[in-house]
């Protein structure tokens, strides 16, 4: 994943920066960086990993190395950046978001003839943010470039850009898969992934880019460089996961839609007759948490904290390289309250089931201090395709995916031809599909919210949202 925050003042827009980037951080977890230019020094830049040190504690000191009216930074969870490019568009920041999936076929249909070379990462691959740069030098202006660099990536690509005049550059990706929102103060405009990380930083909320379109930014206002195309898959699960509680895309508050979610997953329930025994609702924290506010809102059964999770060393399981150690610092980090759980049977719903590994372990830590039963409940549909677009689940294999690895086991290969009855609980093949994760996951019960239920629980229409995961349609 990643984020990007951009800004351009009439003042020193260094502070700005610094802030709405690390409101940032929950998108991120390798790499950090700014840029910032400076009428007489030009453009700046400073890199930093992130991975065992928070944003803010890697950067406190560019304030006595940097300064100036425009700035851009990045959080990254893959290529260093922003990068510095030197090229016939002249001398520009650059960051990029998203994911680049037919990187060695652009470098081999575009790039080979020109001679040129790029500078390779530790695992030989290609940094992605240089990728793209390349891709918009082939054109003569910027707009035209990142046309161009969007119409030939497989993937997504959210684009900022500060020139060396001090003018941002921001492209929306072009199906819009992920938001770029532009907000205004008195005296600086800025571009932002989150909304209220300008929002906390004295700017109002101007506007969403719409798919595709390209803004050019400076401290007096906005121009439409690029008109938005008609057609978006803007992500669901923004809402489900990713997003942060008090942002909103396209109109839409995060926090606010997972009451909605957990509520309408309570009603399906209660329809079943599936939570009548159940002492109290509790979430996965911690983004699972406002979809089980929502369930015990609808359902009337207590919420409570059977367990919290220890964060003030380790703020994100998910920050260790290896997956090994991810589960085991994610397993040290959950404390229980044993007062809720001894003698209890209790619900708790997570924002997703993916691979299963550390539910199963949550599930066997709540066993061990007393729970009766645990029950799961995930608040998207199970997760059926490793997602091409933002790399979210990080599986380099669909068969990671605990549902793929239970349907092969119920049926084979053959399975996969249907993914839609298995998708459906009230199917032969969802109930055997759900029965089975019980057994691997050592539940009570478990059931998955439906794609009909979350896509009413965002409120945008359907034809408006990527829902590949769950159903893999594009």
Same mark, same amino acid.
């Given at each position: 994943? !990643? %984020? ?27 790499? %950090? ?39 851009? !930074? ?34 081999? /249909?575009?790039?080979?003839?020109? *001679? =040129? ?29 990142? #046309? ?13 850009? &500060? ?14 898969? @992920?938001?770029?929102?532009? *907000? ?40 439409? @460089? ?28 995060? +926090? ?16 079943? %007759? ?25 359902? =009337? ?14 703020? #994100? ?10 589960? /085991? ?10 007062? &809720?759980?001894?003698?209890?049977? @209790? ?8 691979? !299963? ?8 830590? &709540?066993? #061990?201090?007393?729970?009766? +039963? ?11 395709? =490793? ?21 092969? +086991?119920? +049926? ?17 093949? !969802? ?19 439906? &794609? ?19 159903? %893999?349609?594009?």
């Amino acid at each position: 994943m !990643g %984020g990007f925050f951009g800004a351009v003042s009439k003042t020193d827009a260094l502070a700005d920066v610094f802030f709405g980037t690390d409101y940032h951080s929950h998108l991120g977890t390798r790499r %950090g960086g700014i840029a910032v230019w400076d009428r007489e020094i030009g453009l700046q830049r400073e890199i930093h990993s992130i991975e065992n040190s928070p944003f803010r504690t890697r950067f406190e000191h560019v304030f006595e190395t940097m300064h100036g009216t425009a700035a851009i !930074g990045c959080i990254s969870d893959h290529d260093p950046q922003p990068l510095l490019i030197r090229s016939r568009l002249g001398v520009y920041a650059i960051c990029v978001t998203g994911v680049i999936n037919n990187a060695d076929a652009l470098i081999e /249909r575009y790039l080979t003839d020109i *001679g =040129g070379h790029f500078d390779a990462m530790t695992n030989g691959g290609v940094n992605a943010t240089e990728l793209v740069a390349s891709l918009i030098n082939q054109k003569e202006d910027f707009a035209e470039g990142i #046309r161009f660099a969007q119409q030939k990536i497989e993937g997504t690509a959210n684009i900022l850009i &500060l020139k060396n005049d001090g003018t941002l550059i921001a492209a929306r990706d072009r199906m819009g898969r @992920l938001p770029v929102q532009i *907000g205004k103060r008195e005296d600086a405009w800025c571009a932002s992934f989150e909304n209220f990380a300008y929002q906390k930083l004295g700017y109002s909320d101007e506007r969403e880019l719409g798919p595709g379109e390209i803004v050019g930014i400076t401290a007096d206002g906005v121009t439409v @460089l690029s008109p938005p195309g008609g057609e978006m898959r803007i992500c669901s699960f923004l809402w489900s996961y990713y997003g942060y509680p008090t942002s909103a895309y396209e109109g839409v508050n995060v +926090e606010t839609m997972r009451y909605r979610n957990g509520a309408s997953m309570a009603d399906a329930d209660a329809a079943a %007759g599936n939570n009548t025994t159940v002492d109290y609702v509790g979430g996965v924290p911690d983004s699972g948490t406002p979809h089980a506010i929502g369930y015990s809102n609808k359902s =009337g059964i207590p919420f409570t904290r059977a367990f919290i999770k220890y964060t003030p060393t380790w703020s #994100r399981s998910f920050m260790p390289e290896m997956q090994t150690d991810r589960d /085991r610092i994610a397993k040290m980090k959950q404390i229980p309250v044993p007062e &809720l759980i001894k003698g209890k049977k @209790l619900l708790f719903v997570d924002d997703s089931v993916v691979r !299963g590994t550390q539910l199963r372990e949550t599930v066997d830590f &709540l066993y #061990r201090s007393g729970a009766e +039963e645990v029950h799961i409940r995930s608040a998207c549909p199970p997760i059926m395709f =490793g997602c091409k677009y933002l790399n979210f689940s990080r599986s380099t294999s669909d068969m990671e995916l605990i549902a793929r690895r239970m349907i092969a +086991e119920l +049926e084979g290969e053959d399975g996969f031809q249907h993914i839609d009855e298995y998708s459906d609980g009230s199917t032969e093949r !969802g109930k055997k599909l759900r029965e089975r994760i019980c057994e691997e996951l050592h539940l009570a019960s478990l059931e998955y919210q439906s &794609l009909e239920n979350i896509v009413k629980a965002i409120g945008l229409p359907a034809c408006k949202l990527c829902t590949y995961c769950w159903n %893999g349609k594009e």
